[in-house]
């Protein structure tokens, strides 16, 4: 009996199955709302997207957050009114250039804005050089647990766009800020759905007047599915020379439903 004929290239391309997108993408949002005598509102959202090829690493992050509150008050007197309490956002974008599996160079670029702290606008763009000293995938076959660890050396120059939006709208001098960058990127699946991670920079402004920017972000996640994930945050931010009128360090804590999509 003759066999068949193999299938035509075009019919075994066609059955072939479709592969998945190379970009691994992720949503989050947290609310907090409070009536009655005391009002809040506090909505914040963040995404990120990443791809991994041969040669190449590139991200995308973006965040934002709004929140109005209203203090209490006592019944037969004129109602309150509300304030703005939270009001921020920002994107970034990077591309890494890797030479070895270890080492990579990267250019960054992206904006930020917080009209709390009376910045309007700070663009600013970076170039550097990361070591991944850690970057390993989890495998639950073969009981290996995600595990990762970078670190960035670069030069950074931001142009930071002030205005005072609270308590009286006050146009205030721009400021210039460049110098060297270190941050750090470390996280660690505690378990098979907990990971725990932290990120970290510094950046050291030798332009203009001296000043220390410093943020560090602390978060765990606990995976409910394979989709969602519910996290806890803790963020810390500190400038050294802040707008006028504005104190140095700010501090947040976030409950987030992430998604994968």
């Not at 203009?208 to 995976?223: K, Y």
């Amino acid at each position: 009996m003759r066999d068949s004929p193999a299938p035509a290239p075009e019919v075994a391309a066609a059955a072939a199955p479709v592969k998945p997108s190379v970009w691994d993408v992720s949503v989050g949002l947290s609310l907090i709302s409070l009536t009655g005598n005391a009002s809040t509102l506090t909505v914040s959202g963040l995404a990120s997207a990443l791809r991994k090829t041969e040669h190449w690493i590139y991200s995308v992050k973006a965040y934002g957050a709004y929140g109005r509150s209203r203090p209490p008050e006592v019944e037969g007197e004129v109602e309150s009114l509300s304030q703005v309490v939270a009001l921020n956002a920002g994107i970034e974008l990077r591309g890494d250039r890797r030479f070895t599996q270890e080492i990579s160079g990267y250019l960054l670029t992206g904006v930020d804005t917080d009209h709390i702290k009376s910045i309007e606008a700070r663009p600013y763009g970076e170039a550097g050089a990361s070591i991944f000293w850690f970057d390993t995938k989890r495998d639950e076959k073969a009981s290996v647990r995600e595990t990762l660890l970078r670190t960035d050396f670069a030069f950074r120059y931001a142009r930071e766009l002030r205005f005072q939006y609270y308590p009286n709208r006050v146009d205030l001098p721009n400021v210039d800020l460049g110098g060297p960058r270190f941050g750090a990127l470390f996280r660690y699946g505690v378990s098979k759905d907990i990971t725990f991670q932290e990120e970290a920079e510094i950046l050291v402004s030798v332009i203009s007047d001296s000043r220390i920017l410093f943020s560090s972000q602390t978060q765990v996640m606990a995976n409910l599915t394979d989709a969602l994930a519910l996290g806890v945050g803790f963020l810390v931010k500190s400038d050294s020379a802040p707008p006028p009128g504005k104190v140095s360090t700010d501090t947040a804590l976030s409950f987030n439903l992430t998604v994968a999509l």
